[in-house]
């Protein structure tokens, strides 16, 4: 499926809006309700962009807009929340790494990445080499596994972190045939 990249990162930034905006109202006295629709309207968008984006099976675009997701709530949180903002940096920080990573298993000369990671199968996945790509994933899988288990999360929030996670294995598969098919 070829989705229009502009059109999809458009979703995931009316998305993450409209769910910052929603959870604000929570807040405001007399705005909870017109808070609830607009944050389960920012849920409905997000998780409907992240499906979009897994359905490309494309390892950029699936990292891209989990990238422009964190960079939005980064950009909401508040700047008081420093273990937020500390989580959301190392995450950004990790998908950085990740897009240098697609550069390079793109190049035929990936194979390199052999000789430069080590043999011992808790640095390989599937016996390629466990490099930023594969580290990003697994470390935000781990972020949003820990997001799940607190308490107090919605029931429609939960179902969007659930399809990121789908979505970082989708792209995690996906990057392992990019591996293979520049690996041999």
Not at 1 to 24: C, H, P, V, W
Not at 139 to 145: D, E, G
Not at 154 to 161: A, G, N, S, V
Request: net charge positive.
């Amino acid at each position: 499926m070829n989705l229009d990249i502009t059109g999809l990162t458009n979703k995931i930034y009316n998305a993450a809006a409209t769910i910052d905006f929603g959870r604000k109202g929570f807040a405001a006295r007399g705005k909870a309700e017109e808070g609830r629709l607009s944050y389960e309207r920012g849920i409905v968008w997000a998780l409907s962009a992240f499906k979009d984006a897994q359905s490309t099976i494309d390892p950029h675009t699936i990292v891209l807009m989990e990238y422009i997701f964190l960079a939005q709530e980064f950009q909401f949180c508040a700047e008081t929340d420093t273990d937020t903002r500390s989580s959301l940096t190392q995450a950004i920080q990790s998908f950085d790494d990740a897009f240098l990573a697609l550069e390079t298993v793109n190049d035929n000369n990936y194979k390199i990445a052999d000789k430069t990671h080590p043999h011992n199968k808790k640095y390989r996945i599937n016996g390629f080499p466990k490099d930023s790509f594969h580290i990003a994933c697994i470390a935000h899988r781990t972020r949003l596994q820990n997001i799940l288990r607190s308490p107090g999360i919605d029931p429609i929030e939960k179902t969007l972190i659930k399809q990121r996670f789908a979505n970082l294995l989708t792209a995690q598969n996906c990057y392992i045939k990019k591996q293979k098919k520049h690996y041999w």
